[in-house]
Structures are given as C-alpha cells and as structure tokens.
C-alpha cells in the first residue's frame, strides 16, 4: 500500500522559514518523481515543485523560484520542501505526491500558515 506521510507543517511569521518532510512507504520511491502540491481556498490546487528521481533537477513555481527547494534523501525514502522567505500567499495545506503533477496518490496534507 502506497502511503505519503507529511508533516513540519505550522504557523510562522512572514520572511520565516519551514521544512516540510514527507516519509514514502509501499512503492519504489527511488526511482519516481516527487510532487509538492498546495491547496488554498482561494487559488485551489497548485503545483510548487518537482523532483526527479535522482534527485539531480528540479523545477519550480515561478512564485517560489529562490525561496524553497525541493530534495529526497532515497536512502531514507524521505521527500523534503525547504522553504524560506513566506508569505502570507504561502498559506495552504501542503502535499507530497508520487510522480509527476497531479501525481497519482497524494499524502493527507500539512498546513502552513503564514501570519504575524
């Protein structure tokens, strides 16, 4: 059974920073590509980031191009979103997903809100 587990998830002020950690079980995650997602009321469902499976490209969200970065450790089946520099525009419940966008089975979520 594939499972997305996310969490580092919280409430930060804006120009702080979070890292978002999604442990992958059930599936062979070295060898698929890895989605952060985020969903807001507002925009819905967006694409933030992707990973290949190496680990060695990434693609970005013109948004938040130079304020997060995406990485894996696949010895630790673990995918990761550092992000630096929110704003209030970052608040959403974030998520991990096999594959590429829209991915093919997604985590539970981790909320981040950005507020002073």
């Known amino acids: 059974e594939v499972q997305l587990v996310e969490s580092g998830g919280g409430l930060v002020q804006p120009g702080g920073s979070l890292r978002l950690s999604c442990a992958a079980s059930g599936f062979p995650f070295s060898v698929n590509a890895m989605t952060w997602l985020r969903r807001t009321p507002r925009k819905g469902l967006e694409w933030v980031a992707a990973?290949?499976?190496?680990?060695?490209?990434?693609n970005y969200q013109d948004s938040v191009k130079g304020r997060f970065t995406i990485s894996r450790d696949n010895a630790k089946n673990m995918l990761y979103l550092q992000m630096n520099t929110l704003t209030p525009e970052d608040t959403a419940i974030y998520y991990c997903?096999?594959?590429?966008?829209?991915?093919?089975?997604w985590g539970q979520g981790t909320q981040v809100t950005v507020s002073s």
């Open positions: 990973i290949n499976s190496r680990g060695d490209s990434t």
């Open positions: 997903a096999k594959g590429r966008y829209p991915g093919d089975y």
